[in-house]
């Protein structure tokens, strides 16, 4: 039998190819009208970064079914939000109520500014989900640099190397034996977990504080109501939690008058989770031993403060996963898991308590 030609035959049109054409561009374009109606608009909000940029074009084709645009300014914000099913970034307050549609919010930070979730935002049907985890095991080597140096007491060694002295009773405090040492970790997320796992290895009791326990850990979990309980008992106290309306200031006064005159505080987490006057004092009268912080109240840490010429002290500029080269495709890993999760009806992964912040 001679194939069907998908010409002209003889200066006429063949019925029979007429007939097979015609029901294919049917079924095509009821296709395609089909996948247009079930395509998810995706909005990148700003500002836009050059991640931001090379995942709008990987995006569409690692996850059939969703459609992503970039909106580089407010005023495209406001054109492009009214027909968005989701979102990475944040949408303010002003554009919120045009945002009728929307269902997914992902969270480019696990800890974002203050002022990120808004009553409005909380109220409002989105779900909203973050990328903890990705940092885990980078900021818990930051934690473990803290621990060690302010075990063996080495900003006392520098500060004798600064000098060109050689000095051996330079150190000041003795030094903690991580084998015979509790470590208190308040937040044992990712984080956290990572963190207990590390000073486990070193033999060091880990008691971790943590509202809602999600990974396995070789701390001893407490609920928060037991915080004051355990703090007095520990020789570091190693804080990962995001700022809340329940972490707000959580670390004043009082806090530090419970724990050991031997014992280290470190803040890994966010800066406005402690007060830096009440740690000031604490470090200055010698209720605490001393801090490795890498995040503050008020940053950048004003050049005349007192905690820079501390002895005791460590200082990082909130640079614990700076440099990390995995973490951009890490972050697009779990955008395009939820991506996929969410264009088959599925549950999304890092969903946050917006009541919470977290």
Not at 127 to 154: E, K, Q, W
Not at 161 to 179: F, K, M, S, T, V
Not at 205 to 228: D, Q
């Amino acid at each position: 039998m001679p194939p069907i030609s998908l010409g002209i035959v003889s200066g006429k049109k063949n019925p029979v190819e007429h007939s097979i054409v015609s029901v294919f561009l049917f079924v095509n374009q009821r296709a395609e009208l089909h996948m247009a109606r079930n395509m998810k608009r995706f909005v990148m909000l700003p500002p836009v970064d050059d991640d931001m940029r090379e995942w709008s074009k990987r995006l569409p084709q690692d996850v059939p079914g969703i459609d992503v645009v970039i909106a580089q300014t407010d005023e495209e914000v406001a054109n492009l939000i009214a027909d968005a099913d989701a979102a990475y970034g944040w949408v303010s307050p002003e554009i919120l109520p045009s945002a009728s549609k929307l269902q997914w919010l992902q969270n480019p930070f696990a800890g974002p500014f203050e002022g990120y979730y808004y009553p409005a935002l909380v109220e409002h049907p989105v779900t909203i989900c973050n990328p903890r985890g990705i940092y885990s095991d980078h900021i818990a080597h930051h934690i473990l640099m803290f621990v060690l140096a302010l075990s063996r007491g080495l900003p006392y060694w520098t500060g004798a190397q600064n000098q060109r002295h050689w000095n051996p009773e330079a150190r000041q405090r003795g030094y903690i034996d991580l084998n015979q040492s509790t470590v208190l970790i308040l937040g044992v997320g990712g984080i956290g977990a990572e963190t207990a796992r590390l000073c486990s290895a070193f033999g060091a009791r880990v008691i971790g504080i943590e509202p809602r326990p999600e990974h396995e850990t070789s701390a001893e979990i407490y609920p928060p109501s037991a915080l004051s309980e355990h703090l007095p008992t520990a020789d570091f106290v190693v804080t990962t939690v995001p700022h809340t309306p329940e972490t707000d200031r959580l670390w004043d006064a009082r806090r530090f008058t419970m724990m050991k005159s031997s014992a280290y505080f470190i803040n890994i987490g966010r800066g406005k989770t402690c007060s830096l006057d009440d740690l000031t004092h604490a470090l200055k009268v010698g209720e605490i031993a001393g801090a490795g912080l890498d995040v503050f109240e008020t940053e950048p840490l004003p050049a005349n403060h007192p905690l820079w010429t501390m002895e005791n002290v460590i200082i990082t500029p909130h640079i614990a996963v700076a440099d990390a080269e995995n973490i951009s495709e890490r972050r697009y890993t779990l955008l395009r898991e939820n991506a996929t999760r969410f264009v088959q009806g599925q549950s999304l992964k890092n969903v946050v308590d917006k009541g919470r912040w977290y």
